[in-house]
């Protein structure tokens, strides 16, 4: 059943994700788990990086990545979704070690 709060599923891992705490895969067009927040501490199943020739952010699943058909990303970044994280280090304050 799908979660009310999940209304997606991600194409990586399979289990119901959030449109704000997932993002659209550039190859596939696939939803798939990707932190947007600094503030929180949630899975990522892809990432974010900027195009340096486009200088715009191209999302890919953790699928794509593994396959021939994307680029490697050269730089992961954390999204500058909020001004106020950008003057920041990228990092994950909160990401737990299992
Ligand atoms: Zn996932
Ligand atoms: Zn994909």
Redesign the pocket.
């Known amino acids: 059943m799908p979660d009310a709060a999940a209304p997606y599923f991600?194409?990586?891992?399979?289990?119901g994700?959030d449109a704000k705490m997932?993002a659209e895969c550039n190859w596939c067009d696939g939803r798939?788990?990707l932190n947007q927040r600094n503030d929180v501490d949630a899975?990522?199943?892809?990432q974010v990086w900027i195009d340096e020739q486009y200088l715009a952010l191209q999302f890919a699943?953790?699928h794509c990545r593994a396959s021939e058909d994307a680029p490697s990303p050269p730089t992961p970044i954390t999204p500058p979704r909020k001004r106020s994280t950008m003057a920041r280090p990228r990092q994950r304050k909160y990401k737990r070690r299992a």
């Open positions: 991600c194409v990586v891992c399979g289990e994700v997932s798939f788990h899975k990522d199943c892809g699943c953790d």
